[in-house]
C-alpha cells in the first residue's frame, strides 16, 4: 500500500511523517496481532478459518465507510452522513432492482451514482456556502435518513427478484479456485476499495490536494489553485465509496432497511482514529484505517467468543480507542 | 446494575486479561441468547428471566442484543460470533428473519439446537417460539376496555404501527373482539403514532377534540399509552385509557387513575421459557411449535401484588 505524503511540507518534514506513519501503523499493527493472539490463547475456537472469515465480513461495511471517512478526515474535515448515505445508496439500488425491475449492474451503479451525487452536495456546501463540514453533514445525515424512510415507504425493500445480489456480498469467488478459504466478495470488495484509494491517496494530484487541504487550505489557495473544487472532489469521491458500502449491506442482508444507519458513523470515525489518521487533518493511511476498523471487529468478536457480558465490551472498546488515541498523541510528542 | 451477570462480566474479562479463558464444566450447556435490544427495559427483564433459569438449570447463558432494532448486520454479526463459540443452543429474536436464516441454518448443519423468542422466524429453523399471544392479549385489553365503559359507545385505538407484527396483532385482536362481542361499540377511529410518545399525545389530542362523546382509548404499547395519557391530561378529558406494557411513566398513571389498566407481557416468561425450552431441546425432549409466555392485565387493584410486580418493569 502508499505512503503518506505531505506534498506542503520540505523533503526533511516529508521523510519525517514517512517514518512516523510507517511507526504508527506499525504500532496499530502489533495491537491487533496483540489482540489476535490473546484471544487465540482464551479460546480455541477464536482463530477457526470460520471465525476469521466471520471477522473479515462483519469489517468489510464499516471498513468500506471508514475508508471514505478517512478521504474527508485527511482534508479536515468530518462527515456525519455516511451511516444513513450508505442506507440511502441501498434504498436507491433498491428501487431500481425491485420496484423498477431493471438489471442488475445498473442497481449496483445506481447506488454509487447517487452516493457521488451526494457527496458532491455535501463538498458543494461545505465549500462554496462555507457552512462547517460538521454541520453541512450533520444536515445530510438526517436529509438522507428522511429520504431512505420517504421513498421505501418506511419498510425494508427485499432483493428476492434479483437472484445473485446477495452473491456480490456473500458469494464468494476466491472460494471457487481455494475451496478451503470461501473468503467472501465483500471483504475482496474491501481490499480493492482500500487499493484504489491508497493509489489516488498516493500517486494523483486529488490525493495529493486532499492531504495539502487538510495541512494548509490557506497556503494552498494562496498558490493559486481551486481549493474549491478539489474539496468538493473529495467528497464526491468519498460519497461513491459510500454508495459501495451501500450495496454491500444490502447485498448481506438482501434486502434496503430503510431505518438502518445511524450510528455507523462513529464507529467508521473511531476506525481511522485508531488507525493514526488525525482528526485535525493533513495525516492518514488508508491501512491504518483497514487496521483500525479489524480491531474493532477483533474486540467485538474477540470478547463475544468469551462470553464477556454486552456491558463490558463496550467499555473495553472506548477504553481502547482513548488508548489507541494517547499512545498517538505520546509518539508525536517525541517527534 | 450490580448483579450476578456483571460480576460473571467481570470475572469473564479478568480471564481474559489473564489469558485463563474459564474452562467449562462437562453437563453445564452454554446457551447463546441474541435479542432484538439490549438497552430497554423490556429487554433487559427477558435477560433477568433467562438468567434465572440459568440459575435453576444450571446452565450458562449469554445475553446480546445491538443497540436498537434497526441494526439488522449487527446482529448478524452476534449471530456469527455466537455460532463460532460453539454454544449448546441459541435463542433468536430475529430484526429481519429473512437476513437471519442463512447463519440460522448454520446452526442447524453444525447440530445446535435454535429456540427463537419474541418475535418468529419465517422459516421451520427454529424448533419453537417462545412468545406473546398478542391477539389474546389485545382481546382481554377489550374486554376490559367494555367493561370500564359499561358495555356501550364510541372508542378509539392508538395504535404503535400498521407494519410491525406486534402493530397488526395488537389492533386486530381488540378491534375484532369489540366487533364480535360488543355490538354496542363503536371503534370510531385507529390511528398510528410509531410508538412515539409526543406523536400518540397530538393524536390522542385530535381524536378527542373530533370526537366530544368518546368513552375511551386503547394505547397499543408503552409510548401509544403514555401518548395517550398525556393527551388525555392535556384536554382534561375522563375517558377510559387501557395501555399495553409497562414502565415507571405507566405505572405512575395507572396509580394516579389517568389510565385505568394496562396488559402487560411477560418479558421475564419469554427469557425464561426461552432458556427452558433450550434445555429441554438438549435433553432430546419435543417441543410444541409455540410456548404462550403469558400477559396479565393489571390495574390500581394489583399493581402491588407479587405476580404484577414480577413482570412488570420500570
Known amino acids: 500500500m502508499t505512503e503518506t505524503a505531505s506534498p506542503a511540507g520540505k523533503p526533511g518534514l516529508l521523510a519525517g511523517i514517512r517514518t512516523s506513519g510507517a511507526y504508527h501503523r506499525l504500532l496499530a499493527f502489533s495491537g491487533l496481532l496483540v489482540l489476535m493472539v490473546v484471544f487465540s490463547l482464551a479460546s480455541p475456537n477464536f482463530l477457526q478459518t470460520a471465525n476469521v472469515l466471520a471477522i473479515l465480513q462483519a469489517t468489510s461495511v464499516n471498513g468500506v465507510l471508514a475508508i471514505a471517512a478517512t478521504l474527508v478526515i485527511i482534508t479536515g474535515g468530518i462527515d456525519l452522513s455516511v451511516g444513513t448515505l450508505m442506507t440511502f445508496c441501498a434504498v436507491i439500488a433498491g428501487v431500481i432492482l425491485t420496484f423498477l425491475g431493471l438489471p442488475l449492474p445498473l442497481g449496483v451503479i445506481g447506488a454509487i ?41 418506511t419498510r425494508p425493500i427485499y432483493f428476492n427478484d434479483t437472484p445473485g445480489f446477495n452473491q456480490i456480498a456473500l458469494g464468494s469467488v476466491v472460494g471457487q479456485v481455494l475451496p478451503a478459504l470461501p473468503v467472501p ?125 454486552q456491558e463490558w465490551q463496550t467499555v473495553v472498546t472506548g477504553a481502547i480507542i482513548i488508548l489507541a488515541v494517547y499512545v498517538d498523541i505520546l509518539r508525536r510528542r517525541k517527534l | 446494575m450490580f448483579t450476578r451477570r456483571t460480576l460473571l462480566g467481570a470475572i469473564s474479562a479478568l480471564a481474559l486479561l489473564t489469558s485463563g479463558g474459564a474452562a467449562i464444566a462437562q453437563e453445564n450447556y452454554d446457551i447463546a441468547l441474541i435479542s432484538k435490544g439490549f438497552q430497554h427495559q423490556f429487554w433487559q427483564a427477558v435477560k433477568a428471566g433467562a438468567d434465572k433459569a440459568a440459575a435453576e438449570f444450571g446452565v450458562t447463558v449469554t445475553f446480546e442484543g445491538p443497540d436498537n432494532e434497526t441494526q439488522v448486520d449487527r ?13 449448546d443452543a441459541i435463542g433468536f429474536a430475529a430484526l429481519d428473519s429473512q437476513a437471519a436464516i442463512p447463519l440460522l441454518q448454520q446452526a442447524t448443519d453444525a447440530g445446535i439446537p435454535v429456540i427463537a423468542f419474541d418475535s418468529g422466524v419465517e422459516s421451520d429453523i427454529p424448533l419453537t417460539t417462545a412468545t406473546t399471544d398478542n391477539i389474546a392479549a389485545a382481546a382481554m385489553a377489550a374486554d376490559k376496555m367494555a367493561e370500564l365503559i359499561g358495555g356501550e359507545g364510541q372508542i378509539a ?77 392535556e384536554v382534561g378529558s375522563d375517558i377510559v385509557v387501557i395501555g399495553f406494557d409497562s414502565s415507571k411513566a405507566q405505572l405512575d398513571a395507572i396509580r394516579e387513575g389517568v389510565i385505568s389498566g394496562a396488559i402487560t407481557q411477560n418479558p421475564v416468561g419469554i427469557g425464561y421459557e426461552t432458556v427452558k425450552a433450550a434445555v429441554a431441546a438438549l435433553k432430546g425432549e419435543t417441543l410444541e411449535p409455540v410456548i404462550d409466555t403469558g400477559f396479565y392485565y393489571y390495574d390500581a387493584t394489583n399493581i402491588d401484588s407479587p405476580e404484577i410486580k414480577a413482570v412488570v418493569y420500570e
Open chain 2, 157 to 233: 385505538v392508538v395504535a404503535h404501527d400498521q407494519t410491525s407484527r406486534t402493530g397488526i396483532d395488537r389492533r386486530d385482536g381488540f378491534v375484532n373482539r369489540i366487533a364480535e362481542q360488543y355490538p354496542n361499540i363503536e371503534v370510531v377511529s385507529v390511528q398510528y403514532g410509531a410508538g412515539d410518545q409526543l406523536q400518540s399525545t397530538e393524536i390522542t389530542k385530535s381524536i378527542l377534540l373530533a370526537n366530544p362523546e368518546l368513552k375511551g382509548i386503547f394505547g397499543t404499547n408503552e409510548g401509544s399509552a403514555i401518548g395517550v395519557a398525556n393527551g388525555k391530561r
Open chain 1, 185 to 309: 466478495n465483500g471483504v475482496m470488495i474491501l481490499f480493492l476499495v482500500a487499493i484504489v484509494i491508497s493509489f489516488v491517496l498516493g500517486k494523483t494530484a486529488l490525493g495529493r490536494y486532499t492531504f495539502a487541504l487538510g495541512s494548509n487550505e490557506e497556503a494552498v489557495r494562496l498558490s493559486g489553485v481551486n481549493v474549491d473544487r478539489w474539496k468538493i472532489a473529495v467528497y464526491g469521491l468519498a460519497g461513491s465509496v459510500v454508495g459501495i458500502a451501500g450495496i454491500l449491506i444490502a447485498s448481506r442482508l438482501n434486502s434496503a432497511q430503510p431505518a438502518l444507519g445511524q450510528g455507523y458513523e462513529l464507529d467508521a470515525i473511531a476506525a481511522v482514529v485508531i488507525g493514526g489518521t488525525s482528526l485535525s487533518g493533513g495525516r492518514g493511511t488508508v491501512l491504518g484505517t483497514l487496521i483500525g476498523a479489524l480491531i474493532i471487529s477483533v474486540l467485538a468478536n474477540g470478547l463475544r467468543i468469551l462470553s464477556v457480558a
Open chain 1, 113 to 153: 451514482l447517487a452516493g457521488t451525487l451526494s457527496g458532491l452536495i455535501s463538498g458543494t456546501v461545505i465549500a462554496k456556502l462555507k457552512v462547517p463540514p460538521f454541520i453541512a453533514t450533520l444536515g445530510m445525515m438526517l436529509i438522507l435518513k428522511g429520504l431512505s424512510l420517504v421513498i421505501s415507504g
Open chain 2, 75 to 87: 446482529q448478524l454479526d452476534m449471530l456469527s460470533a455466537a455460532l463460532a463459540r460453539g454454544p
